[in-house]
């Protein structure tokens, strides 16, 4: 059973850095069948697809938010991580990480709880 | 940028047939997803490549294509069908994930 799990802090002060972690368990990162993606969702809203990194360190972001994510990933650790850098308030959410489908491009099949990350002084 | 459109809200009667359509230019070149999530839960997925659904999602929910519109159909609603429902697919050259705004069923 593939299992995803975000950690990291709940609040963080208008223009520093969103950081998240993604910990994957039941699948491997580095497998190259899927790639590992960060989605998020203001409070009462729609969902927002933040960018994707593959097996092999390639990155796509969504270029509305290009020019202040990374998506990294840490393979040893079978984790791949967030940073979203001089957030707002309106960077407030629930950021959720998904496994996102190569062969079926674009199904994302396991999500995460999706904690909320307030951006707040 | 691309966008998928749903209508905001959609009512129906236990029982009866709902329907929630998503639109998109791009949506006869790609393949196209449904997602239903309920309150303090993450989304599901519910139908996959526009018509195809997940071991274990119940045949009352089911996805059609017909050109740029996509028709998600739950046939026989229950209660525990209210939630929100979204559509999901990729910008027409494949690279960027796009979600729809999201319809909510409300069962009367």
């Known amino acids: 059973q593939v299992q995803l799990q975000e950690s990291g802090p709940g609040l963080v002060k208008p223009s520093e850095t969103l950081s998240l972690t993604c910990t994957v368990s039941?699948?491997?990162?580095?497998?190259?069948?899927?790639?590992w993606s960060w989605i998020r969702q203001p409070a009462g809203k729609g969902l927002e697809w933040i960018g994707r990194?593959?097996?092999?360190?390639?990155?796509k972001y969504n270029p509305s938010l290009k020019s202040r994510v990374t998506i990294s990933l840490d393979t040893p650790k079978n984790q791949f991580s967030l940073n979203l850098r001089s957030v707002t308030a309106a960077d407030t959410a629930l950021y959720y990480c998904a496994r996102e489908g190569i062969s079926i491009f674009g199904k994302i099949d396991y999500w995460g709880q999706g904690p909320l990350v307030t951006v707040s002084s | 940028s691309y966008e998928l459109t749903q209508p905001p809200s959609v009512s129906v009667s236990p029982g009866q047939t709902a329907k929630i359509t998503c639109s998109g230019d791009a949506l006869p070149n790609q393949y196209a997803f449904w997602y239903q999530q309920k309150p303090g839960q993450a989304p599901s997925l519910l139908i996959y490549?526009?018509?195809e659904r997940p071991s274990g999602i119940p045949e009352r929910f089911s996805g059609s294509s017909a050109g740029t519109t996509l028709t998600l159909t739950i046939s026989g609603v229950q209660a525990e069908d209210e939630a929100d429902y979204y559509c999901?697919?990729?910008?027409?050259?494949?690279?960027?994930?796009?979600f729809g705004g999201g319809t909510k069923l409300t069962v009367l």
């Open positions: 039941g699948d491997s990162v580095s497998g190259g069948t899927y790639s």
């Open positions: 990194i593959y097996s092999n360190g390639q990155t």
């Open positions: 490549k526009d018509i």
């Open positions: 999901q697919s990729t910008d027409s050259s494949g690279t960027y994930v796009v």
